[in-house]
């Protein structure tokens, strides 16, 4: 049971656009900048939104993401296919000392 | 270019010790970065296992600090992960991460190791 709730998966046709929820408590999303990551099949995940809407060098602007109170929110407008993969939210939690928590994941699909 | 690499034992025995170390290239763990572990079970989401900062402060998950060590190699520029007690619960492919100070995502990331606990 993962700290953070995510959907399990979303899926849209190429050129749609899909949205990931997020969703966390004050102790954690509710205080801290929510940070999103892309994982290929086989491959480590890679950095793709920080700090609740900021994107890395060299990732596409067609993926944004917001926040709201507890909850966390990936945007993919303009799917392509290589946007199949799995994304997973992430964020510290103040509480217990304190430490990195995930969501379960959410696997994309594009139809 | 940071570049981070896995290497440790494939096969570790029930009630045993797994240990992992991470080499580091492109950076010095001695910089003001987080060094971090970070698990994901077959089939499963992600994990955080345990971070170590430059003065060998550390961080580890609540559900997981009883059994977990994570120690620096400043003169091989090497960061290791040792969890101990292990069981089949345990088998994940592990990777090492880094991050900034504050509350900076983890930027940069290993292939990842493979960890089987299995008699």
């Known amino acids: 049971q993962s700290v953070l709730t995510q959907p399990p998966s979303a899926s849209g046709t190429p050129g749609q656009r899909v949205t990931i929820s997020c969703s966390g408590s004050?102790?954690?999303?509710?205080?801290?900048?929510v940070n999103w990551y892309q994982q290929l099949p086989g491959t480590a995940p890679k950095l793709l939104i920080y700090a609740d809407n900021q994107r890395p060098s060299g990732v596409p602007d067609r993926f944004s993401g917001s926040k709201s109170g507890t909850s966390g929110s990936l945007a993919i407008s303009g799917l392509q296919s290589d946007d199949e993969a799995d994304y997973y939210c992430a964020t510290w939690d103040a509480s217990l000392n304190g430490y990195w928590v995930f969501g379960g994941g959410t696997k994309v699909t594009v139809l | 270019q940071v570049q981070l690499q896995e290497s440790g034992p494939g096969l570790v025995r029930p009630s045993g010790t797994l240990s992992l170390t991470c080499t580091v290239s492109g950076d010095s763990i001695s910089s003001g970065k987080w060094w971090s572990w970070i698990r994901q079970s077959p089939g499963k989401g992600l994990e955080w296992v345990g971070e170590i900062y430059r003065s060998g402060s550390t961080n580890y998950n609540p559900s997981l600090k009883s059994r977990v060590t994570i120690s620096a190699d400043k003169s091989k520029n090497q960061f290791s992960l040792e969890v101990t007690s292990v069981t089949a619960a345990d088998t994940a492919v592990y990777f090492c991460a880094t991050r900034g100070t504050g509350y900076y995502p983890f930027t940069y990331w290993g292939q990842g190791a493979l960890v089987t606990v299995s008699s």
């Open positions: 004050s102790s954690n999303i509710g205080s801290n900048f």
